[in-house]
């Protein structure tokens, strides 16, 4: 990621008349305070899973960190920062504090999050949201992108005839295996969830023997996430917030606004119904660009959430919208020593 230093330019220009208002003033100082009013130092992280090292295979969606190396960042964490609920986000969103605020978030609503995560979480009494797509407590989300990574990797080569068109795959090495994996990847991203559904089947269906294999492998996706009974207890947990993802891991910026409505609301209403607790914040699924917009940020709005969070990496502001909130990707990459160096500015990306 590319170290820029974020420029207010409000501050540039009160700085360059800062000379001149000195005679009014007769301190720069209040020229800084002015200059420094959209300032506030609240980073948002996101996880999604939290493995020990011998459970992480094919986390070619950079997904997982591994357990021990989670517990590193949450003690960094807790020593360097003042770990914070998003229940507060509001109320120290325009403080200042010497040390920077964490908010630590969870998307889509994997069971390791209450396993793995939520011990380590509760021994350096660090708080979390979690963000959950309520089709996989349900038991009936696609969970595409792991479906692809396991066919990719247990096959020797793959022909998917979709469209009238024919694509072959040659996976014979582990680099064929990536290159393929991230083609058929960037095929579902570029669709909405009609053709994603169609293309799956597709590849399901593209010779006996894997329509066999999708048939086994597919039961058992559901077991990666957290099922009502456990989506209660964490709700009940206190340090724990539990968030809306949608309710199925849509491209939201595809859908139709009626569509787009009842996948927002449908999702609030489920969590609100399985634990009996107002549900206030909402994740964007994919959340970055081509995924999310104004559209979406006015609906969740309208739908009575406090605050939903983006994929995008700027810097948060006094003045950013509550609606797009920038939030920091933690994956297996993240040197959890950047965190004893501080986050602020130079991981931010403008
Ligand atoms: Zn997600």
């Known amino acids: ?11 540039k220009i009160l700085k360059q008349y800062s000379k001149n208002l000195f005679w009014v003033f007769g301190s720069n100082k209040i020229i800084n305070k002015i200059a420094n009013f959209q300032k506030t130092n609240i980073l948002i992280l996101m996880y999604h899973r939290v493995l020990p090292k011998s459970e992480i295979k094919n986390d070619y969606a950079y997904l997982t960190v ?45 069971v390791d999050n209450m396993t793995y995560a939520l011990p380590i979480l509760k021994k350096y009494n660090v708080p979390a949201t979690i963000y959950i797509s309520t089709s996989y407590p349900d038991g009936n989300g696609d969970v595409w992108w792991y479906e ?18 024919q694509y072959y795959f040659s996976l014979k090495n582990h680099q064929e295996k990536i290159d393929a994996g991230i083609k058929i990847i960037n095929m579902f991203l570029s669709m909405d969830h009609i053709a994603q559904s169609r293309l799956l089947n597709a ?45 199925n891991h849509y491209n939201l910026s595809k859908l ?43 609906i969740v709005k309208q739908l009575g959430f406090k605050t939903s969070v983006t994929t995008y990496s700027y810097k948060l502001k006094t003045t950013t919208s509550n609606f797009q909130l920038p939030r920091y990707a933690i994956s297996r990459f993240f040197d959890e020593r950047n965190l004893e160096r501080g986050l602020h500015p130079k991981f931010w990306k403008n």
């Not at 692809?148 to 068109?165: L, R």
């Not at 894997?210 to 009940?236: A, M, Q």
Request: hydrophobic share 30%; charged share 30%; net charge neutral.
């Open 256 to 298: 139709d606004r009626d569509v787009l409505i009842k996948e927002i609301s449908h999702s609030k209403c489920r969590l609100e119904k399985e634990t009996g607790i107002s549900i206030e914040h909402f994740a964007y699924p994919f959340g970055g660009d081509g995924f999310v917009g104004k559209r979406e940020y006015e």
């Open 1 to 11: 990621m590319a170290n820029i230093v974020n420029v207010d330019p409000l501050k």
């Open 148 to 165: 692809i990574i396991d066919i990719v990797n247990d096959n020797q080569e793959i022909c998917i005839i979709f469209d009238n068109h």
């Open 203 to 247: 590849i399901r269906n593209s010779d006996k023997s894997l329509t066999k294999y999708c048939k086994h492998k597919y039961r058992s996706y559901n077991s990666l996430f957290l099922n009502w009974d456990e989506v209660r207890i964490l709700s009940k947990e206190p340090l724990i917030t539990i968030g809306a993802h949608a309710h």
């Open 66 to 110: 591994e357990l021990e190396r989670f517990e590193k960042q949450i003690k960094n964490i807790s020593q360097y920062y003042l770990p914070t609920s998003l229940k507060d986000f509001e109320k120290f969103k325009s403080h200042s504090s010497k040390r920077p605020r964490i908010i630590i978030t969870f998307d889509d609503g994997y």
